[in-house]
């Protein structure tokens, strides 16, 4: 049920260590491929955000859950964390934590993860995580080139959030109808589109978005999913 997501991580992790031997490369380098990377990811926000058929319970979800994330401080909380990893495991890095934060979120927020998860978990078919972990193997050796060891620890994030997807599907699959399961997934998609484009833009040094703040929307926008159901 898990062997998707381990790879996953694993990946995450030797792609880490590969980009650490591109860390002498010119600061011009890392910008330039840090941007472009930024580009990319500017570009897989859009697209997951489109296809949405409830833009404005988007909207909604996207509202409470800042309000959620910033009352809670989630993204401080990441940074502190990331602090914490930097003086235990790299003291000389000023750009771990921002690495820690970056790489998570662009690896764990995203329709490959969720779906690929919930695939593993509920069917054992793990080609879609699969085929992520290559994504993210690629984009950690670029993040790690940029920011340093930050990016390998990524992975505990990974791991936990999508092994918790995948045990969680494991229970439900069988307790939720194949319609809402689809709508659902289709709406996941494009709200976590709309973090990822912020990711994008941060990256790209034009905004200073606390995307992290925006993750309890997610769960808010399953809650609003499971009303209209209802009702």
Known sequence: M?????????????????GALLRNISE????????GIGL???????????PTQSFTLIMISLSIGALIGEALKIE??????????????????????????????????????IIGAIQSGATGDHETLYTKSVMDGFMAIMLTASFGYGVLFS???VFLYQGSIAV???????????NFMDEL??????????????IGLNLLQVT????????????????????????
Do not use: D
């Not at 898990?2 to 590969?18: A, K, P, Y």
């Open 2 to 18: 898990l062997t998707g997501v381990f790879i996953n991580g694993i990946t995450i992790v030797v792609g880490s260590l590969l």
């Open 28 to 35: 011009e380098m890392k910008e330039t491929v840090t941007k």
């Open 40 to 50: 990319g990811v500017v570009v897989l926000g859009i697209q997951m955000a489109i």
């Open 76 to 113: 401080t909380f990441m940074n502190r964390f990331g602090l914490f990893l930097q003086k235990r495991f790299s003291k000389t890095e000023s750009t771990f934590a921002e690495g820690f934060v970056t790489a998570s979120l662009i690896f764990v927020i995203g329709s490959l993860g």
């Open 155 to 157: 992975s505990i994030p």
């Open 168 to 178: 969680l599907a494991n229970v439900l699959v069988q307790l939720i109808p194949a």
């Open 185 to 198: 997934m289709n709406e996941i998609s494009a709200i976590g589109g709309l973090m990822i484009l912020g």
């Open 208 to 231: 200073k978005l606390r995307v992290s703040n925006f993750l309890p929307g997610i769960i808010v926008l399953i809650i609003l999913l499971s009303l209209k159901l209802i009702l």
